[in-house]
């Protein structure tokens, strides 16, 4: 009785799968749970499908290792930068050389473009240079970035003109994308780039917020 009954049910499977060819498209993983005989005929067609669903997954899994990867390295390095930025900060003697350590870092280490440090206080030993503003803290010309200031996050993306004037003067025009770090209390940091997608809304700015964070500790030790 039980063998009739699987027997009836085998066949009742097998005429339902001829009256539906499409099902195992809406069921791939099906597929690759069948066991299909090695022999030539027609349930050749069966294997080689499920061979290239193993394939496709293959593809799909090596693509996103690679990005895994590639996104580790990167993150490695930064990290490293990150450090020796950390270092070289605390290296210095006083302030003026603290922030000259962290523009040169910027600069050269990270690639920045155009680096500018805004200050709610002045540092003495630091003149004449283009990379340092001074402006107090309840100026109107930082109105725009209260907000950023408030909030402590760093903006990354195309800044609103307003913005760009502030940090990059007559230089602005050549900005196309700028990391932004508020440090609440103390100013502000920016890393402009002149490639538009250098630096993106959505980015992360584990990094970005380490290096501020850095740079206000290190100020923080020659406050008046």
Known sequence: MTENSERLGAHEVAVWLRRHPTFLQQFPDLALSLVVPREDGPAA???SYQLDVLRDKNRELNRRLHELYGNAQDNERLAVRTQQLTL???RQDNAADTLRAMAASLAEDFNGDLVRIVLFEPVDGVDDVDWLQVIARDDAQLASFRDCLDDGEPL???LQPEKHAVLYGVRAPEVQST???PMPGIGLLAVGSHEPNR???GMGTLFLRMMGEALATGLAR???
Request: aromatic share 16%.
């Open 45 to 47: 067609s069966l294997a």
């Open 88 to 90: 070289a900060m605390m």
């Open 156 to 158: 990354c993306g195309r």
């Open 179 to 181: 990391a932004l770090i």
């Open 199 to 201: 630096f993106y809304p």
């Open 222 to 224: 020659y406050a008046r």
